[in-house]
């Protein structure tokens, strides 16, 4: 079982930066993905970036591309999102989420299959909050 915990959580004005990290204990292990996702109130939860560690290979949402960065540290068992230029929109709880899917899946469909399946593993969140 693998167990995931979130920080770096705050609140920044429009334009500023902010750098989210994942812990990771447990048994990780062979081929897996990491991913992290959003979600804002009253809205569905998204995905925002994820990576597959083996190559580093990475997606992400439209909505992030070039502001955002997603990154592993495997000797740290850390998850990061460096998170630049935030804007109002970028409000929401952000979660941490790792499964065990071939590299294809992790960054073509992990984004939606990741909502709908029982094998993923997700944080508590850490809130971010762009304002004024």
């Known amino acids: 079982q693998v167990q995931l915990l979130e920080s770096g959580g705050g609140s920044v004005h429009p334009g500023g930066s902010l750098t989210l990290s994942c812990a990771a204990s447990?048994?990780?292990?062979?081929?897996?993905?990491w991913g992290w996702f959003r979600q804002a109130p009253g809205k569905a939860r998204e995905g925002v970036a994820s990576?597959?560690?083996?190559?580093?290979?990475?997606t992400y949402a439209d909505s992030v591309k070039g502001r955002f960065t997603i990154s592993r540290d495997n000797s740290e068992n850390t998850l990061q999102l460096q998170m630049n230029r935030l804007e109002p929109e970028d409000t929401a709880m952000y979660y941490c989420?790792?499964?065990?899917?071939?590299?294809?899946?992790?960054?073509?469909?992990?984004?939606?299959?990741?909502?709908?399946?029982?094998?993923?593993?997700w944080g508590r969140g850490t809130h971010v909050n762009v304002s004024s």
């Open positions: 989420a790792y499964d065990r899917v071939v590299r294809h899946n992790c960054l073509s469909t992990f984004f939606s299959d990741a909502l709908h399946s029982a094998s993923v593993a």
């Open positions: 990576i597959y560690p083996a190559d580093r290979g990475t």
């Open positions: 447990g048994y990780i292990r062979g081929t897996h993905c």
